[in-house]
């Protein structure tokens, strides 16, 4: 999944912030809960107020992605 998602990362830079969270790190067990973190891989697509617009488990097409993430992007 990485060089799909740091492909969309470059290609939507300054657009959408990408944010990676370390799931074994104890600091981020509250991000994790408020995310409703279930397993890995998962991709949260969030909007501007932190409500999740779209949520991804497992392996995810790139077409999937760019999808949801032009939509975001429509005014």
Wanted: net charge negative.
């Amino acid at each position: 999944m990485a060089p799909i998602v740091h492909g969309l990362e470059a290609k939507y830079s300054g657009q959408i912030d990408f944010v990676y969270l370390n799931i074994d790190d104890p600091k981020n067990a509250d991000a994790k809960q408020q995310l409703g973190f279930r397993g890995q891989p998962q991709f949260i697509l969030l909007d501007a107020d932190g409500t999740a617009r779209q949520v991804w488990f497992g392996v995810v097409k790139a077409e999937d992605f760019e999808t949801e993430l032009a939509q975001a992007l429509t005014p």
